[in-house]
């Protein structure tokens, strides 16, 4: 039966009191969040996120005051972990909102005297700790299990060859750990259990036949980080010692790596750390050279024997110039942003996620920037090392310098990127301060300071309390 036009303007009505209660319930809900939220989880409230183009704008146009207050309240918490060599595991708290902070919310030193590298299994909740421990004959490695207030449960630990500084999680639902030991001149393979036990079931050390060509710093094998392969196959072992990247078969299963050719750098290059990039049918590996400051690229093939072997592309300077640096600079990390190919809308307007597009270097200990002091009432400016932004051509995998940026201060050893692609965290080894700096996904530049948070002793690791684990081995 067809309505009247007096019958249709009053379901009209009705209709649009349903949507108003509805929408009224919807922003009474949202308020509740934010008021309440946890501080694990990261909740950024985007209304245009979560409801199609036509009913956000709907929402707005009946409650645009509302929709403001809401938008303009909205707050993010994320967890951090930081390590110190001053023998702590902290956790920040970055809450970004009409006001921006950094805050310490929990520190630990189970970890042991010296903590020097972090790894995240964030889907068991559990945090693994190195202790680098200098001058001792042993090193370890310390489970936690991480609370949603930031706090850190220890629940095993294992010895390890003396001086872990770096781990590569692998084996088949993360079941192993491969640990390399740089004063140890080594490699470890820590198994772990459902319950969070740890246990060394496989462990070689190298020697040198000579010195090599920086004898200070190659008088014996340094193995500076373990590097699983983007097939999760391989686990890859730069030694700055022995100018070498060792290669290692991994078996997901088993967890026992077996060694392979390893890939030869130039003489007193010193290979610190190194980054794999995946696109189409081709993978690339970019090595940074603390020894020679250098980034050397290399296109990847996989034989069919289980082998790698490796195509050098180029050797460029880290700077991407051949400017003359301080005795004293030293390269110190190297990432490729992450790739997804998530996509998220908000206001009708595409935001990127992290694509694999770019690639970033720190270098240390050379005070080559200024910036203003983070403390507004000190007038002096703070010397900052720089990190360096290059953009990957896929097609080549050749890399273009587009940026150089103040790292927040000196010695940057270890940044992360969040899953995001939009924050970048710095440890700061020599200020003893953690940096966060704002990202543009879609240029791949640095923009801002975000936030800083001053933690005791020199910082060596900082990651985000996110899952980065994208593959880490299957059963064969």
Known sequence: M??????????????????????????????FLLTFQPTRWPITIAITSHLSSSAASMWKSLFPAAAAGLLAGSTSATLLYVTSYAGTVTTLDLVEGATTKLETVASTTACGANPSWLALDYSKSFLYCLDEAWGQTLGAVTSFY???????????????VAGPVSIAEFGVGGSGLAVASYAGSGIDVVGLAPEGGVQLIQNETYKLEKPGPVPDRQDVPHPHQAILDPTARFILVPDLGADLVRVYQADAGTLKLTPIAPLKVAPGAGPRHAAFKTVLNKTYFYVLTELSNTIIGYEVHYGRNKTLSFSKMFTIPTHGDDRELVETAAAGEIIVTPQSEEESEADDVPMQKPDGKFLIVSSRWEYSLK???????????????????????????????????????SGPRHFSINGDGNRLAVGLQGDGRVAIIERDVRTGLLKDFVATANVEGEVNAVIFSEDYHVKRGMAV
């Open 2 to 31: 067809k309505d009247d036009p007096e019958h249709a303007v009053r379901r009209g009505s009705a209709g649009l009191r349903i949507v108003a209660l509805g929408t009224t319930c919807l922003a009474i809900f949202l308020s």
């Open 146 to 160: 991480t609370h949603a207030n930031g706090s850190l449960t220890p629940l095993a630990t294992a010895e390890l």
């Open 371 to 409: 910036i203003p002091n983070f403390d507004p009432t000190n007038s002096t400016e703070i010397a900052s090392d720089p990190l360096i932004t290059y953009a990957i051509d896929s097609r080549t995998g050749s890399l273009k310098k587009i940026q150089e940026f103040a790292a927040g201060g």
